[in-house]
């Protein structure tokens, strides 16, 4: 029996990270990432060592027709097998993933961007994915995704002995964790009583519970087992162990509002694949979706990161220094929602974490945010210096 190949990241480049980016487009934001990317891969021509290209991207978030036309010649890909993925940069990994298994293919090049300071009204874009009679009429019209989040944020509370100031603690936790990141644009060194004394923008969500829209291109380099060897990469090879992404419903008024089984059935790919059966005791650390301070929270729940995750940031433990850091990025919270390139953005920061630690495992949650319920997950590993 052929055993399949195993798949690592072998290098990520990133740009941009800032509330806007007037001095480059997405696509030169997405040249800079690519770059840096291949550098670190040990990749001197994209064109003959990569096999297939992803592109995760959506129309409306770059204001083009068929944008998917403008993603081969920035990352390398011109005349070469590419394609888009129309969702979160996690899942155009999935996608890599399943192709270099086939042993088909050795490397594959993962890219993901935003420009939301390119779009002139973000709420008409939120709006057009509401049910037109039912729902669009109802909502807020400045606050289209807020309001749908509100609604998970208060019935995760009645559901739980939870309530503000846990939101609160967790806004400042990641905020506070962002100010060690560089690029976390929207850290800030802020207190519980202070975001608890914030004006809510949509009840119990304050500005400080919701992650701002940021500029930034991912680019993520994927390898066989094989391909690692070839590019003598095992020093900055970091293993996707297990990898799961799932869609609960594309209608909020179906949607069973405190809950996420998108991030359960994700995670539970990713474990099953990964062989993890007791995700607290066997993972290290854990970047999860934070674009609304409660989803950390439920994030962590949906992960089966234990069944209370209130009780884990109460007692520290979710904290950097704590048994069980989450978010130690500063999350989105901290640096952002790049849209649909959030999901390379955690795994970027697991990376790294990893080519520090030198060891361990970690695990990356994302989520697509409202009006979507899309998610996906990642475990992570590192052990370099050559095969297990």
Known sequence: MTTKPRVAVIGMGYSGFQPTTPHASFREMMFEAALKAYSIAGIDDPRSQVDAF?????????????????????????????????????????????????????VITVESHAKPSDIVDLGKIYEMALDPIYVRPTAPKTAVPHYIAALDAVAYMDSRESGEEDFAEVAAKNRNNGLTNPLASYAANVSIDEILESEHVAYPLTMYDISQPVDAALVAVLASDTAVDRLGAWDRAVWIDGIGYNTETYIPE?????????????ALTAYGEAGITNPLSQLDFAEVDDRYSFMELLSLEEALLGEDSIELLRRGDTYPEGKFPVNASGGSLATGAPFEATGLMRLYYAYMKLLSMQEGRGLVVSWRGPPTYTSAAAVLSYYGGGEE
């Open 54 to 106: 992803i592109s995760c991207q959506e129309d409306y978030w770059d204001g083009i027709a068929i944008a998917d036309e403008f993603a081969p010649e920035p990352i390398g890909g011109v005349l070469r097998p590419t394609f888009t993925v129309s969702g979160d940069g996690l899942q155009g990994v999935a996608q890599g993933v399943m192709l270099l298994k086939t042993g088909y293919f050795d």
């Open 254 to 266: 179906r949607h069973v509002y405190g809950t996420m089984p998108s991030i359960r059935r994700s």
